[in-house]
């Protein structure tokens, strides 16, 4: 693996976690008070394709499920993101053709530039914070000019 993909692997996983905790987190606040939000409805469904292809990808191993399923049930909690983190970026190493695909996603769904930099303001510390941006759930990516 070149230390290009590597680099932006480490980059891209990141968006990715932090994507999905903002889902998971909308999904629980939407059940709550925000089912109805016009703004919760669009970041969930530019965000459900993102975690259906996450999914598929981590059920292929039982740390990968058990990864994914924490994260669903605690979103916030940093070891379990960071597990996600992990088997994703096995997964991405095995198959690098996804880590184009998930980027194409992410800027689908307006929360990442390529290359440019991105930070995640989850409590979570991202270096390189070019250009950026707001998404729902509190995370910030790469800015579009």
Do not use: W
Not at 32 to 40: F, V, Y
Not at 43 to 58: F, M, N, R, T
Not at 89 to 103: C, D, F, N, W
Request: hydrophobic share 40%; with cysteine.
């Amino acid at each position: 693996m070149s230390v290009e993909n590597t680099t932006v692997i480490a980059q891209t996983t990141p968006a990715v976690v932090a994507l999905l905790v903002s889902y998971f987190k909308d999904i629980i606040a939407g059940s709550a008070k925000h089912i109805g939000s016009e703004i919760t409805e669009k970041a969930l469904v530019k965000s459900q394709p993102v975690y259906d292809l996450v999914k598929a990808k981590l059920h292929g191993t039982l740390a990968g499920t058990e990864a994914l399923v924490d994260l669903e049930k605690a979103p916030e909690d940093k070891d379990t993101q960071a597990s996600v983190r992990l088997q994703l970026k096995k997964v991405l190493e095995r198959e690098p053709e996804l880590l184009a695909q998930l980027q194409k996603m992410l800027q689908e769904a307006g929360c990442f530039e390529g290359a440019g930099g991105f930070t995640v303001n989850n409590n979570a510390s991202v270096t390189n914070q070019a250009n950026v941006r707001t998404m729902h759930g509190g995370a910030l990516f790469g800015k579009k000019e």
